[in-house]
Nanobody, 131 residues
Framework: QLQLVESGGGLVQPGGSLRLSCKAS????????IGWFRQAPGRAREGNSC???????????NYVDSVKGRFTISRDSAKNTVYLQMNSLKPEDTAIYYC?????????????????????WGQGTQVTVAS
């Protein structure tokens, strides 16, 4: 059973930063396309930042328009971890954030557009942006 564990959420003031971590304990995260999704109360789960498998010919990333220029997704292969650096946070970024893994042929763009694609999900971490 593939397990993903998120951490790093919390309460932050508008304009602040957080770094979320997604760690895999029993498989190589590099192999999979990884995405960060979020779900706010009363809203559907949506992808916001995705990164292609390290097995692909070229690593690509994809961001939803609302987070472009503020969020950065990255991998640390040695730590088997994917990060989401979130800067200039806004109240509308408040949500539960999930990381998810999909098969390596999934593009980063497709991953972010379709919450139905991932095979494995973490349990989520709460991010609250409020003054």
């Amino acid at each position: 059973q593939l397990q993903l564990v998120e951490s790093g959420g919390g309460l932050v003031q508008p304009g602040g930063s957080l770094r979320l971590s997604c760690k895999a304990s029993n498989f190589a995260l590099d192999y999979y396309t990884i995405g960060w999704f979020r779900q706010a109360p009363g809203r559907a789960r949506e992808g916001n930042s995705c990164i292609s498998s390290s097995a692909s010919s070229q690593t690509t990333t994809n961001y939803v328009d609302s987070v472009k220029g503020r969020f950065t997704i990255s991998r640390d292969s040695a730590k088997n971890t994917v990060y989401l650096q979130m800067n200039s946070l806004k109240p509308e970024d408040t949500a539960i954030y999930y990381c998810a893994a999909a098969i390596p042929t999934t593009t980063a763009q497709a991953m972010c557009a379709a919450p139905s694609l991932p095979l494995y999900w973490g349990q989520g971490t709460q991010v609250t942006v409020a003054s």
